[in-house]
């Protein structure tokens, strides 16, 4: 390997990033599927070894990371030098005059490491600060030329690599997953045309309507600044007064109040690019258009009590699910539908479609599908990658351009803003993670931390010495902005103000709050009862009431007498007393429950439960169904270890009734064997186990002598097998019924939850 490393250049692709060699592009944005052997590896870099820095990163799953590879780094086999590349001698002591003598201020060794750690943080995102990342591919379903020329759209099949990042937003870096938010769900598009960035959320709308707005907003979400509470939460006065007096946030209220918030896994979420975007195509033909991410495993979401007991026992879990589901091949994977309408259509809709707090219901536009997303590669390196990814709406391509809604204006500007002093600088984009496959060339220079080296003296355009190079594309090649018009009514000058369909602040509000299911509209009023009850001034929470009165008095009812409120506080005066009708009053697809996704168990995970004396083989044999559609079946044990069993069947349990909850599953299974009961039965933990996992609706498989648990845990004594097998989640099996038994547990697993049995308050 030494020799080799000698032989080369120390960077062998240097010369085809300048355009030497061939002069061509690298590859177009084509992804290959991983050898079989590479599905599910490990991407620890100590496990591979490469001629060039010592790693290989896995054979390129996609282009993105064969890019990277020429600043992956690997030390395996290799001395530690210092940032110069000189070799250290000893790693452990400083330099000093005599072994109890002072040490040398010479000592460069010393310095460099010290000073390089002082500087290893960055500031964190103002707002997203907690995420994760992970590295796929776009695959378009058929060409979508009719509509517009973006190049991932161009022919059915192509690849195009990405990079995702998923995060809270109220939390700063080290917060937990679980709190109760709206998800950033960012992609950057590496296309052969240069980067496009699609940076939506897992909710179709937004707080506000103006980026005027968005400090006042953050700033009241935020952990109150005299005292820097509450971390990762908005049940505090400060957001409630704002936005109880911005009616506008209304109906992203709904949105955050509903169990949207808390997703069981970014695999099992949407994602949407909020505002209304153009589409155009090679005529210079436009069509608005809203982007729509949908999980190939259907959207499930966790209930509020184990999001919060989550966030004590595993506050990665979300960053852990992602990192799971990938290394085991359990790849997320999305399908993106597009709502496309013309001009004309929206002129007609009832309400604006500049407003980001309103949606295109999709029985006025139906939401085509036209690809799919696949995230197949954990990053080598946190901070290398999902850390420094710098996401920028102004980041679009031909084929994709803004409609003029006033909130994404303001994040056109934002983002680069931003980075700036995130990443210190204007050369971000260099940052290999940042960086486009397509080549850069332009008349930029310098600034901090600089990378690409510009040879010759020309830095300006017009020039000759150059030859004219960089030369400007055209229209034909280059991207040129739809030359959208103001209609002649709508001419006014230059205001402050917005357009009168803005102020109707309720119909969408009332439109998803009618489409959820009792359960689901249960819940947003039990979210709404619990952030506002968190709320220390009474006057907050009434003109909160009074305005959810507009949207719907069923769901101000439920929240006023949650809070103690008779009567209800007078409905506050809405903005626009005549609201334009709605086309549509009920919208089934905003519910959760009507994206059962492909029904699949893949990447849940069932805790089944053992201790010694179990009788192992009937568990075993759950644990293998499980495996074989996905699913991971951990044993968990009092402790963690072999055990002896009743049928001399190895047990291993490599998870503990301690270390590993009971809410951190989706479902259990109880064992029998009257020792290994007896044994669980003497352990505390057992009974909350059972308790959550009831309490949460999850799937539970009770074997044989383990039914003595459930009256132990408090479950009501009615649960008897006629009604439990009556699809309340429960399922209770004999020796010799275990088969049938396992069969019925999966399938009911498969429905993720069981709310038929949830009560409120409730009953264990
Ligand atoms: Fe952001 N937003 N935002 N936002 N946003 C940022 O950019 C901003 C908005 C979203 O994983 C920041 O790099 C303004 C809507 C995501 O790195 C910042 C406004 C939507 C992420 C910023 C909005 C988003 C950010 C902070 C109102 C959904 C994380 C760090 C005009 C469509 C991206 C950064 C990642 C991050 C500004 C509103 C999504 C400060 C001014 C609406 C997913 O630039």
Not at 137 to 159: H, I, N, S, Y
Not at 339 to 348: G, I, L, R
Not at 543 to 550: C, G, K, Q, W, Y
Request: aromatic share 8%.
């Amino acid at each position: 390997v030494q020799q080799t490393v000698a032989a080369m250049p120390h960077n062998a692709t240097k010369p085809l990033e300048h355009g030497f060699e061939n002069g061509t592009n690298p590859p177009a944005g084509e992804a290959v599927e991983p050898p079989s052997r590479l599905v599910g590896a490990s991407t620890l870099s100590e496990e591979n070894d490469s001629a060039k820095v010592g790693t290989a990163a896995l054979d390129g799953l996609n282009a993105t990371t064969e890019s990277l590879d020429r600043v992956r780094v690997d030390s395996s086999g290799r001395t530690l030098t210092t940032n110069q590349g000189v070799a250290v001698s000893d790693n452990q002591n400083s330099l000093k005059y005599g072994v109890r003598g002072p040490v040398l201020l010479e000592d460069f060794v010393l310095r460099e490491k010290i000073t390089h750690f002082d500087h290893e943080r960055i500031p964190e995102r103002i707002v997203h600060a907690r995420g994760s990342g992970a590295h796929g591919f776009f695959e378009c379903l058929r060409p979508l030329t009719d509509v517009t020329m973006a190049a991932p759209f161009r022919e059915a099949g192509k690849r195009t690599p990405v990079f995702v990042r998923f995060s809270t937003v109220q939390g700063e870096r080290g917060s937990k997953d679980t709190a109760r938010d709206v998800r950033g769900f960012a992609v950057k598009f590496y296309t052969d045309e240069g980067n496009w960035d699609l940076v939506g959320n897992n909710m179709p709308v937004f707080f506000i309507q103006d980026a005027m707005k968005f400090p006042d907003l953050v700033h009241a979400v935020k952990p109150e600044p005299h005292h820097q509470m509450p971390q990762a939460a908005s049940a505090h006065d400060t957001f409630w007064d704002f936005v109880s007096l911005m009616p506008e946030s209304t109906h992203m209220l709904m949105w955050v109040m509903s169990d949207r918030a808390i997703p069981r896994s970014f695999a099992t979420m949407q994602g949407f690019g909020v505002h209304t975007f153009r589409l155009v195509n090679e005529q210079g033909v436009s069509v608005f258009c809203k982007f729509h991410w949908s999980p190939a495993a259907g959207t499930h979401s966790l209930v509020w009590d184990e999001a919060v007991k989550i966030s004590g026992a595993d506050p990665d879990y979300h960053r852990r699910d992602l990192w799971e589901r990938i290394e085991a091949g359990n790849y997320p994977e999305y399908e993106l539908g597009l709502q496309t309408f013309t001009e004309e259509q929206a002129e007609q809709f009832s309400f604006d479609i500049l407003d980001a707090t309103k949606i295109v219901p999709e029985e006025l536009v139906p939401v085509i599908p036209v690809g799919r997303m696949v995230l197949n590669r954990n990053p080598d390196n946190f901070f290398a990658e999902t850390e420094q990814v710098a996401f920028c709406t102004a980041q679009v391509i031909p084929g994709i351009d803004f409609s003029n809604d006033p909130l994404l204006a303001g994040r056109i500007h934002s983002y680069v803003d931003t980075q700036i002093s995130r990443l210190g600088g204007p050369n971000f984009h260099e940052i290999p993670i940042n960086a486009p496959l397509v080549q850069v060339h332009n008349n930029q220079r310098d600034g901090m931390h600089r990378q690409a080296i510009h040879r010759g003296r020309v830095n300006y355009e017009p020039n000759s010495l150059a030859g004219g190079c960089p030369f400007q594309a055209g229209a034909a090649q280059g991207f040129v902005s739809v030359p959208a018009r103001i209609r002649a009514e709508e001419e006014q000058g230059k205001v402050r103000a917005k357009p009168e369909k803005f102020a109707d602040h309720y119909t969408q509000a009332r439109l998803f709050y009618e489409s959820q299911t009792p359960v689901e509209q249960c819940h947003i009023a039990n979210a709404f009862r619990f952030e506002l009850s968190k709320v220390t001034v009474p006057a907050i929470r009434e003109r909160m009431v009074a305005s959810l009165r507009n949207a719907s008095e069923d769901l101000a009812l439920k929240v006023g007498q949650g809070l103690g409120m008779d009567p209800l506080p007078d409905p506050l005066p809405p903005a626009l007393a005549d609201p334009a009708p709605p086309e549509v009053t009920k919208s089934p697809p905003l519910s959760l429950l009507a994206r059962p996704g492909d029904g699949s168990i893949r990447g849940r995970k069932v805790a089944l439960l053992v201790a010694p004396g179990v009788r192992a083989a009937p568990l075993l044999q759950v644990q293998q169904a499980l495996l074989e559609q996905g699913a991971i079946g951990r044993l968990v044990g009092p402790r963690i270890g072999p055990m002896p069993t009743a049928d001399g069947a190895a047990v291993d349990a490599d998870a503990s009734l301690e270390n590993e909850p009971g809410f951190l599953f989706d479902a259990l299974v109880l064992p029998d064997g009257a020792e290994a009961v007896a044994a669980l039965a003497q352990d505390g933990h057992t009974a909350e186990f059972v308790r959550d996992q009831f309490r949460h609706c999850k799937t539970i498989l009770v074997l044989g002598a383990a039914r003595e648990l459930l009256a132990l845990a408090g479950l009501p004594p009615s649960l008897d097998k006629a009604q439990a097998q009556g699809g309340t989640g429960l399922i209770l099996a004999g020796e010799g019924e275990e088969q049938a038994a396992t069969q019925a547990f999966l399938q009911a697993l498969a429905k993720h939850r069981h709310f038929g049995r949830e009560m409120d308050p409730p009953l264990v």
